[in-house]
């Protein structure tokens, strides 16, 4: 495929000495913050799923299952999706790791996201009362290239497809071409509609329900 060529501006700015201190004041609270839930072995994706997300994820299962591979980790999810091998990344440790994991989708998962959702062990896939959770096909963003590049790319989306069906199809105890036809477009379920058709457990409207 031949690059975009893109163009990048550069700007400075001058920061004052109390713009910068409260600059450092924000990044150690955000720091203070993250150690706090870390102790508490929460992880939070509330963003899309990219690249950093994925590394940072995947930093903090490895740095809890070293502290105690026995001792729960919940995750939060409240994610629009995004990358899908960064998304895949993130599923396969939750997987990979000895840690219990328990999912709780709170505003909405989606795409990736929900996928994310699935990865808890049996029984602990979670979601609060006005979740909502959207599946549907991987979409190919536009590409440019030459006729082999562009054969290829829809070959590798169409094994993608039917990687996330299987994988749907084995977490919710859907069969194949019911998923298939499920995510044939934008499918959004309240979480009753989730639980019903397997993608979730259970509703919880408080911590002590998890």
């Known amino acids: 495929m031949t690059p975009s060529n893109i163009s990048h ?10 713009n ?36 940072k994820v995947l930093n903090q299962l490895v740095l809890l299952e070293q502290e105690d591979p026995k001792q729960g980790i919940t995750v939060f999810i409240n994610s629009p999706g995004g990358e899908i091998f960064s998304g895949f990344a993130i599923f396969d440790m939750l997987k990979f790791i000895e840690c219990p994991i328990t999912t709780v989708v709170t505003g909405f998962a989606a795409s990736m996201g929900s996928v994310l959702s699935l990865a808890a062990d049996e029984g602990r896939r979670f979601a609060m009362p006005q979740a909502k959770i ?46 298939k036809q499920a995510i044939d477009r934008d499918n959004w379920f309240t979480s009753e509609e989730a639980m019903e058709f397997g993608l979730l457990d259970r509703i919880v409207k408080n911590r002590s329900e998890l």
Do not use: W
């Not at 501006?9 to 109390?18: L, N």
């Not at 150690?35 to 997300?53: D, F, G, M």
């Not at 979409?139 to 299987?166: S, V």
């Open 9 to 18: 501006a550069f700007y400075s700015e001058k920061v004052s000495p109390s």
């Open 134 to 179: 959207m599946i549907h096909q991987p979409m190919l963003m536009g590409y440019q290239g030459r006729a082999a590049d562009c054969e290829i790319q829809a070959k590798e989306i169409l094994k993608t497809r039917d990687h996330l069906i299987n994988l749907y199809s084995e977490q919710t105890g859907k069969d194949y071409e019911e998923i």
């Open 20 to 55: 910068d201190s409260k600059q450092k004041d924000d990044n150690g609270d955000m720091n203070g913050m993250s150690a706090k839930l870390l102790k508490s072995r929460t992880v939070i994706i509330s963003q899309q799923v990219n690249s950093e997300l994925s590394a």
